[in-house]
């Protein structure tokens, strides 16, 4: 018997894809509901070669599902996802809104599987941010092997990861530059087409933004809070799929060699790495792509124990879509979700 699953925030970027996914792995479902706003009711999207109407997530009966795909933003969830955990299923959200939760899981679940364990605190797991996500995977099996002591990351995010209005909008200003005369940016701050902005989010005290800040905490509670670790965010105009110049320092020497032998046995990690002028792998390639790409691997001779990686991933799938399914094949695995009772026979 497969499980009921519900598909929260099912018209965004996250949720289509979401949806692709779980049709692409045959994730075990026997029903997959569409849910989203009222203003969303009766949209159809696509989930293999059928066609699913969207119903209105307020008169939806969640107590009638296994397990809750959340795509609709922190607002929604912080609102939502423990009322829906309450009604029986488990929440694998999206969001930044549980994320640092005590009783709420973060997972990546080449990084930290056994956190699925603690799912049925409140019923919900949260799904790392999406640069978050394919850092770690990078990370994880390097620290596995030699310590790591210090990571500086800058990371040049497609503007996807805003949503499919920064897509349109970076669509909407490069036309412009060529063909309709310049337009005033709307989401963001200042033009993207042609530009870069180094500032996601919002502004702390400390300078740093929220979307670096998520980077360190999520790492912190992922793999090693001991990681010292400091970003900056910068949004570039690409479409889809997320880079990370990522620099690191270990406890003790390892050397590029012997990383590079590791990641190309670590699961999930793709290493893409020839010393020659396309022997990297860029977003556009990874563009539909499960894997975490990892190029340019060289040692840092500036400091103690150095490395440097160039780390690449589609964002709208390992960054989040992929990985909530991930987290729904693992929970599945470990016999997690509370499946239906058969229904008595007459």
């Given amino acids: 018997m497969g499980y009921r699953v519900a598909v929260v925030g099912a018209t965004g970027n996250v949720g289509r894809e979401i949806l692709t996914i779980l049709e692409e792995l045959k994730f075990p479902a026997d029903e997959i509901h569409a849910v989203a706003s009222r203003r969303s009711v009766g949209k159809e999207v696509a989930y293999g070669d059928r066609i699913i109407k969207c119903v209105d997530m307020e008169t939806f009966d969640f107590s009638k599902t296994d397990l809750v795909l959340m795509s609709a933003g922190g607002a929604v969830s912080r609102e939502w ?11 694998i959200d999206n969001s930044s809104a549980w994320r640092q ?9 080449e990084v930290n599987p056994e ?3 603690g799912a049925h605190k409140k019923n919900i797991i949260a799904n790392p941010n999406c640069s978050t996500a ?12 030699v310590p790591i002591k210090r990571v500086v990351v800058s990371t040049y995010q497609s503007v ?3 949503g499919k209005e920064a897509m ?10 060529f063909v309709l005369g310049p337009t005033e940016p709307k989401l963001f701050p200042k033009q993207i087409a042609f530009n870069v902005i180094p500032f996601i989010g919002a502004f702390q005290e400390d300078g740093y933004t929220d979307e670096e800040s998520k980077m360190w905490k999520e790492t912190h509670k992922m793999l090693d809070p001991a990681i010292q670790l400091t970003v900056t965010c910068v949004r570039v105009p690409v479409f889809v799929g997320h880079s990370l110049s990522v620099n690191i320092e270990f406890e003790d020497a390892f050397d590029a060699d012997d990383a590079r032998d590791v990641l190309r046995d670590a699961p999930g990690v ?3 790495d020839k010393r020659d002028p396309t022997g990297y792998v860029t977003p556009k390639e990874c563009v539909g792509e499960f894997g975490v790409f990892v190029s340019r691997i060289r040692n840092d001779p500036t400091v103690p124990h150095g490395l440097n990686l160039w780390v690449v991933s589609d964002n709208l799938r390992k960054g989040a ?3 909530a399914v991930q987290i729904a094949q693992l929970l599945d695995q470990r016999g997690l979700i509370r499946r239906p009772a058969p229904a008595l026979k007459a």
């Fill in 81 to 91: 996802s423990e009322r829906i955990g309450a009604a029986g299923p488990i929440v």
């Fill in 101 to 109: 939760h005590p009783d709420v899981p973060l997972i990546v679940p």
């Fill in 115 to 117: 956190a699925a364990d």
């Fill in 134 to 145: 394919q850092l770690v995977v990078a990370l994880k099996p390097l620290h596995d092997e």
């Fill in 160 to 162: 996807s990861g805003a």
């Fill in 168 to 177: 349109d909008e970076l669509w909407e200003q490069t036309k412009g530059v």
């Fill in 270 to 272: 793709v290493v893409i």
């Fill in 321 to 323: 879509a992929l990985n």
